[in-house]
């Protein structure tokens, strides 16, 4: 046999496809080449001419075939470890110009990293200071992050590119946090700084990629006609810094700037510190720990300085300003015609009819009125057949609007509803049918659930709305053993706000079954349908079923509060007032609760927004930082101090929407990950303080609120 040593030898087409690959060692290489000569010897050898070998021949050769295959497997590629995961952010390496840089003309600045770098929301996330008219071009590429100004450069200015958190690198997603830079185009560049957190008013949440900005003009109108003169966005966790500020006195304000226009509009979200801001920096000592090269600990200290105020506290609230209009108005059916205002309305429209035999006559008069608590939502059942009768109605409608000045001013619109009836098709009438009564329509009249809560009204909801009930065909009755014994009667009771909406109040026996029977035609809609029978069996909770959940609330002394119970989506199912330090939920079923305080100012029972025109900061809102677990039949008593947390780290984390994006060894990770649920207390996702080397978080001075020092942020060493 032999082999051939030419092009298309498979031994050299091997050879050569095992050089290309550029990760295989040189071992592993000469192996797949003794085999595949091996391998070819064997298979072009002469059989015949082969088994002629003495025994110790074929004990030599298998020798060789085992032999290499040892050796490739020696040489067999496996994973590769890698070496432990990046969690380091990029680090800069240089700029130009350098950081601090004076008398700079050029409005190109380059930034280089120690590693390939991305963007993250550059324009968002990205701002400069001072304010630009014109988008700045932002672009990373390889390790080079580019920013061209495109507005003409101020002189004697400092300028501040604030990255927040939009650097990270390329592969791991480390994020570069709080990274800024700054120069000056003239002789001296401006070095001090405020720092705080935003939160939103209501739910505590952090702010994320919200403007904040810092004005010289502390007049109270110029957020809202003057660009801020200095701004930053806040991160993740709400936190932001206003850099490179001149010395003296300055308001501050947080905007959610959707027309990027740098001021507040009245329908943008609002915070503002109510203290006027000086900001000021201090020499400070700061300890670091350096290890030697023994292993060795020691502690080292050197000068650092302290920028201050670095604990500015903000709640973002919004006014609910809406402009007042009319969005929309429709005659879904004959009877019934409903108007959309834009924005809620304390007042009620005059609608007056402008046609027909009712011409002149106001339209409420003629209906049945079903509206939204905000009276933004109105729905007319007209009562009177001599109008809903018109095919087009017109209706002079006298509102209240919102003008070119922002004013409420009453104006007058006519408004057309037409209704066309639907064309029912024909059928062909058989002679049976020739006598046919025609079909009734009755009125609907529906019971709530089969199982009742014990201090809760058995509720009924009607298709139309009622001109009668009566109250003598409306029979209760409970079952004892297996008979159905009757009861004293309650009396249906319209709802205030929805006339289809009826209550049916009784004291219910706890674990008793209950019927409800309603004779046909006992009540009757105001377009003369009437009911058929109606009969309804249901279940009332045993006390067993139930839950009671109290909070006794150490530190708020004489103020008003108000605590809300919240699901796991944050939302309220419940709400108690705190008499005399405890707050009272009970009837609770069996489950997983939050819950919230607020401060009731005004004490209406209600949380209330802020209002800029008046400087009027949104009541104060604590949230109790651990979820509560109730099982049936328990009764459970929490203590809580609603100052002894710093606001920023109050909310659970299993509830905040605004999580952070924490990576493995950031603090906090690994809690309640992928909606794990935990048996114990929780922990809290605090990285230390952001803005300095003290361990003072926004204690109650830095809060802008209308309560003076009632409460707010307190640590354990501030107590």
């Given at each position: 046999?032999?082999?051939?040593?030419?092009?298309?030898?498979?031994?050299?087409?091997?050879?050569?496809?095992?050089?290309?690959?550029?990760?295989?060692?040189?071992?592993?290489?000469?192996?797949?080449c003794?085999?595949?000569?091996?391998?070819?010897?064997?298979?072009?050898?002469?059989?015949?001419?082969?088994?002629?070998?003495?025994?110790?021949?074929?004990?030599?050769?298998?020798?060789?075939?085992?032999?290499?295959?040892?050796?490739?497997?020696?040489?067999?590629?496996?994973?590769?470890?890698?070496?432990?995961?990046?969690?380091?952010?990029?680090?800069?390496?240089?700029?130009?110009?350098?950081?601090?840089?004076?008398?700079?003309?050029?409005?190109?600045?380059?930034?280089?990293?120690?590693?390939?770098?991305q963007?993250?929301?550059?324009?968002?996330?990205?701002?400069?200071?001072?304010?630009?008219?014109?988008?700045?071009?932002?672009?990373?590429?390889?390790?080079?992050?580019?920013?061209?100004?495109?507005?003409?450069?101020?002189?004697?200015?400092?300028?501040?590119?604030?990255f927040?958190?939009?650097?990270?690198?390329?592969?791991?997603?480390?994020?570069?946090?709080?990274?800024?830079?700054?120069?000056?185009?003239?002789?001296?560049?401006?070095?001090?700084?405020?720092?705080?957190?935003?939160?939103?008013?209501?739910?505590?949440?952090?702010?994320?990629?919200?403007?904040?900005?810092?004005?010289?003009?502390?007049?109270?109108?110029?957020?809202?006609?003057?660009?801020?003169?200095?701004?930053?966005?806040?991160?993740q966790?709400?936190?932001f810094?206003?850099?490179?500020?001149?010395?003296?006195?300055?308001?501050?304000?947080?905007?959610?700037?959707?027309?990027?226009?740098?001021?507040?509009?009245?329908?943008?979200?609002?915070?503002?510190?109510?203290?006027?801001?000086?900001?000021?920096?201090?020499?400070i000592?700061?300890?670091?720990?350096?290890?030697?090269?023994?292993?060795?600990?020691?502690l080292?200290?050197?000068?650092?300085?302290?920028?201050?105020?670095?604990?500015?506290?903000?709640?973002?609230?919004?006014?609910?300003?809406?402009?007042?209009?009319?969005?929309?108005?429709?005659?879904?059916?004959?009877?019934?015609?409903?108007?959309?205002f834009?924005?809620?309305?304390?007042?009620?429209?005059?609608l007056?009819?402008?046609?027909?035999?009712?011409?002149?006559?106001?339209?409420?008069?003629?209906?049945?009125?079903?509206?939204?608590?905000?009276?933004?939502?109105?729905?007319?059942?007209?009562?009177?057949?001599?109008?809903?009768?018109?095919?087009?109605?017109?209706?002079?409608?006298?509102?209240?609007?919102?003008?070119?000045?922002?004013?409420l001013?009453?104006?007058?619109?006519?408004l057309?509803?037409?209704?066309?009836?639907?064309?029912?098709?024909?059928?062909?009438?058989?002679?049976?049918?020739?006598?046919?009564?025609?079909?009734?329509?009755?009125?609907?009249?529906?019971?709530?659930?089969?199982?009742?809560?014990?201090?809760?009204?058995?509720?009924?909801?009607?298709?139309?709305?009622?001109?009668?009930?009566?109250s003598?065909?409306?029979?209760?009755?409970?079952?004892?053993?297996?008979v159905?014994?009757?009861?004293?009667?309650s009396?249906?009771?319209?709802?205030?706000?929805?006339?289809?909406?009826?209550?049916?109040?009784?004291?219910?026996?706890?674990?008793?079954?209950?019927?409800?029977r309603?004779?046909?035609?006992a009540?009757?809609?105001?377009?003369?349908?009437?009911?058929?029978?109606?009969?309804?069996?249901?279940?009332v909770?045993?006390?067993?079923?139930?839950?009671?959940?109290?909070?006794r609330?150490?530190?708020?002394?004489?103020?008003?509060?108000?605590?809300?119970?919240?699901?796991?989506?944050?939302?309220?199912?419940?709400?108690?007032?705190?008499?005399?330090?405890?707050?009272?939920?009970?009837?609770?079923?069996?489950?997983?609760?939050?819950?919230?305080?607020?401060?009731?100012?005004?004490?209406?029972?209600?949380?209330?927004?802020?209002?800029?025109?008046?400087?009027?900061?949104?009541?104060?809102?604590?949230?109790?930082?651990?979820?509560?677990?109730?099982?049936?039949?328990?009764?459970?008593?929490?203590?809580?101090?609603?100052?002894?947390?710093?606001?920023?780290?109050?909310?659970?984390?299993?509830?905040?929407?605004?999580?952070?994006k924490?990576?493995?060894?950031?603090?906090?990770?690994?809690?309640?990950?992928?909606?794990?649920?935990?048996?114990?207390?929780?922990?809290?996702?605090?990285?230390?303080?952001?803005?300095?080397?003290?361990?003072?978080?926004?204690?109650?001075?830095?809060?802008?609120?209308?309560?003076?020092?009632?409460?707010?942020?307190?640590?354990?060493?501030?107590r």
């Amino acid at each position: 046999g032999g082999f051939s040593h030419s092009p298309t030898s498979p031994w050299l087409i091997e050879c050569d496809r095992l050089n290309r690959g550029a990760k295989l060692g040189i071992c592993r290489v000469l192996s797949k080449c003794f085999v595949a000569f091996l391998l070819k010897w064997l298979i072009f050898l002469n059989f015949d001419a082969y088994m002629k070998h003495s025994v110790s021949r074929i004990y030599h050769y298998m020798a060789l075939v085992v032999i290499a295959l040892l050796i490739t497997a020696c040489a067999s590629i496996g994973r590769p470890e890698g070496g432990p995961r990046d969690v380091d952010p990029p680090v800069f390496v240089r700029s130009t110009p350098n950081p601090g840089a004076k008398n700079v003309t050029s409005s190109r600045i380059d930034i280089f990293f120690d590693e390939n770098v991305q963007l993250d929301d550059p324009s968002s996330k990205i701002v400069v200071s001072p304010a630009q008219k014109q988008m700045p071009s932002i672009q990373a590429q390889g390790r080079r992050v580019t920013v061209e100004l495109r507005d003409t450069m101020l002189p004697n200015t400092t300028y501040t590119i604030d990255f927040s958190d939009a650097i990270n690198d390329l592969n791991e997603k480390n994020i570069l946090n709080g990274f800024a830079m700054d120069f000056s185009t003239g002789d001296t560049i401006d070095t001090l700084r405020i720092s705080g957190v935003l939160l939103e008013a209501r739910t505590l949440e952090p702010a994320q990629g919200v403007l904040v900005g810092a004005y010289r003009n502390l007049s109270d109108s110029a957020v809202s006609t003057l660009p801020m003169e200095r701004v930053a966005r806040t991160n993740q966790l709400g936190q932001f810094t206003l850099r490179n500020l001149k010395a003296g006195e300055y308001r501050v304000y947080a905007v959610n700037d959707l027309n990027r226009d740098y001021h507040w509009d009245r329908s943008e979200d609002i915070a503002f510190f109510d203290a006027v801001v000086s900001p000021s920096v201090e020499a400070i000592s700061v300890t670091d720990t350096l290890r030697g090269a023994g292993g060795v600990d020691s502690l080292v200290t050197r000068g650092g300085v302290r920028y201050l105020p670095n604990d500015v506290l903000l709640t973002w609230f919004n006014e609910g300003y809406r402009p007042q209009y009319l969005s929309d108005y429709k005659r879904p059916e004959r009877t019934k015609v409903t108007i959309n205002f834009a924005a809620p309305s304390d007042t009620f429209p005059v609608l007056t009819i402008a046609d027909g035999p009712l011409k002149g006559v106001d339209l409420a008069e003629r209906s049945v009125l079903r509206r939204s608590a905000t009276r933004d939502t109105l729905v007319y059942w007209i009562t009177d057949s001599m109008v809903y009768r018109q095919d087009s109605l017109l209706v002079a409608a006298r509102y209240l609007r919102t003008d070119t000045l922002d004013n409420l001013t009453w104006t007058t619109d006519t408004l057309k509803f037409n209704f066309r009836q639907a064309k029912k098709k024909e059928k062909k009438k058989k002679k049976d049918d020739a006598d046919t009564v025609p079909k009734i329509e009755f009125l609907a009249f529906t019971p709530g659930s089969s199982v009742q809560d014990v201090h809760r009204p058995m509720m009924f909801s009607a298709s139309q709305p009622l001109s009668g009930i009566d109250s003598s065909a409306v029979h209760l009755e409970i079952r004892v053993d297996t008979v159905w014994r009757p009861l004293k009667s309650s009396v249906l009771e319209v709802d205030s706000l929805d006339p289809m909406l009826y209550r049916y109040d009784f004291k219910w026996e706890p674990g008793a079954k209950y019927r409800i029977r309603i004779d046909s035609a006992a009540i009757t809609s105001v377009y003369g349908r009437w009911n058929r029978p109606v009969e309804h069996e249901f279940t009332v909770k045993k006390m067993e079923d139930y839950a009671n959940l109290f909070f006794r609330i150490n530190d708020l002394d004489t103020a008003k509060a108000v605590v809300e119970l919240l699901n796991s989506s944050d939302a309220v199912v419940a709400t108690s007032h705190v008499v005399d330090g405890l707050a009272s939920f009970r009837f609770l079923a069996p489950n997983t609760y939050y819950a919230r305080l607020f401060l009731d100012a005004n004490g209406n029972g209600k949380w209330d927004t802020g209002l800029m025109s008046d400087r009027r900061q949104p009541e104060e809102v604590y949230y109790y930082p651990r979820k509560v677990a109730v099982k049936a039949n328990w009764d459970v008593e929490q203590p809580w101090s609603v100052y002894d947390l710093p606001l920023d780290v109050q909310k659970p984390l299993d509830i905040k929407k605004n999580k952070p994006k924490l990576k493995s060894g950031d603090p906090g990770y690994g809690r309640n990950r992928d909606g794990e649920d935990e048996e114990d207390e929780d922990g809290f996702y605090n990285d230390g303080n952001f803005h300095g080397t003290t361990n003072n978080r926004y204690d109650n001075s830095r809060r802008g609120n209308a309560f003076g020092n009632s409460g707010g942020l307190r640590n354990a060493s501030s107590r």
